[in-house]
């Protein structure tokens, strides 16, 4: 379990330095239904519901270029702080594959709320029982596995499998992974047209209860709790000495005032002692993953660092 509470000369005490004079706007840059919007969602309804926030708080979908047209809209309201957007590992991934002219640092960091995590899924009538299995074929034949992930190339959905996959000694050059980004995935895993889906843990909780898909493996370092997941084997119970966070947090417009970005914190800080929000976090089996301030500024720093080296290898790095 993630739990990363990360400190802040920055964090004073805010009360009457700056409210928010009128509604507050999140964007989620997909649509409805996904972790960013769902994260959103539930964060605004408990800051709401529990009276931490007295504006209005809005959810507005802005899908499109795997984030990209959120981000651009967002850039667009540079010093507003009634604006903020939900982020989570392509805001790093997908400007360094070209398909972005902006990235975590054109923008304001609030504070990161939770982790997620990946999850490796197949028919339920696959050959494949582990990941070791599959992972042994697609050391002999990379590319006679199909891959499918909502993502983008070279963004979540395929940089959680190569990763894992190169640890197990998978040539990750090879790897044949298919983008379907219109919500296909599934369909496309169950009708045969795809071998291996790619995704988040909750995606695969209601077809793994119903009996329709198995899941080989999740990106958690320790097994999650709750019904279902619970019996989800880990990567590295399975000998592969690797993981994948999908972190997710919040950011406003670039040039936010320091005093909005206080108040800010302080209200995510109070979300995340929240019972309300730990009730979320468990219904969706989400770990506690909070930072905020320099601490967050590194973290983002080190996975673009490693994100860079990752699609270098695979040879869809664009020079910046």
């Known amino acids: 379990m ?29 649509g409805a239904g996904g972790g960013w919007d769902t994260t959103a969602r539930m964060a605004a309804k408990i800051f709401e519901e529990e009276g931490m926030i007295e504006q209005d708080i809005g959810v507005v979908n802005k899908p499109g270029g795997g ?19 939900i982020a989570s590992p392509p805001l790093i991934d997908v400007p360094l594959n070209g398909q972005s002219q902006y990235d975590h640092n054109d ?30 074929d697609m050391k ?32 990750i050059k090879k790897i044949k992974y298919v983008s379907e980004q219109d919500g296909g995935t ?5 009708n045969g047209s795809a071998d291996v889906y790619s995704t988040g843990v909750a995606e695969t909780i ?24 619970s019996e989800f084997p880990t990567v590295q ?23 909005a970005i206080d108040f800010y914190v302080s209200k995510f800080k109070e979300l995340n002692e929240s019972e309300a929000w730990k009730e979320i976090r468990k219904q969706y089996g989400w770990d506690e993953m909070f930072m905020y301030g320099e601490e967050y500024k590194d973290f983002l720093d080190e996975q673009k660092e490693e994100s860079e080296q990752l699609l270098d290898e695979l040879g869809i790095l664009k020079n910046e």
Request: proline content about 5%; overall charge negative; hydrophobic content about 40%.
């Open 2 to 30: 993630v739990t990363l509470i990360a400190c802040s000369n920055n964090n004073k005490a805010v009360s009457g330095e700056w409210s928010p004079k009128e509604s507050i706007e999140i964007v989620a840059p997909a």
């Open 107 to 136: 923008f304001t960091p609030i504070a990161n709320v939770i982790a997620d995590y990946g999850a490796f899924a197949v028919r339920a009538d696959s050959k494949w029982e582990n990941l070791n299995d599959l992972f042994e």
């Open 67 to 85: 984030g990209a047209v959120g981000w651009a809209y967002v850039a667009e309201k540079a010093g507003n702080p009634h604006h903020m957007f």
């Open 186 to 190: 599934l369909t496309a895993l169950l």
């Open 140 to 171: 002999k034949d990379p590319s006679s596995v199909t891959i499918i992930g909502a993502s983008s190339p070279g963004s979540m959905d395929h940089i959680q499998f190569v990763k894992i996959a190169k640890e197990a000694g998978v040539d």
């Open 206 to 229: 209601e077809q793994a209860k119903a009996g329709k898909i198995k899941v080989l493996g999740v990106t958690s370092e320790e097994r999650l709790e709750g019904e279902v997941i």
């Open 237 to 259: 119970e399975q000998g592969i000495d690797s993981y994948f966070v999908n972190w997710r947090g919040f950011f406003a417009p670039p040039d936010t005032d320091e005093n």
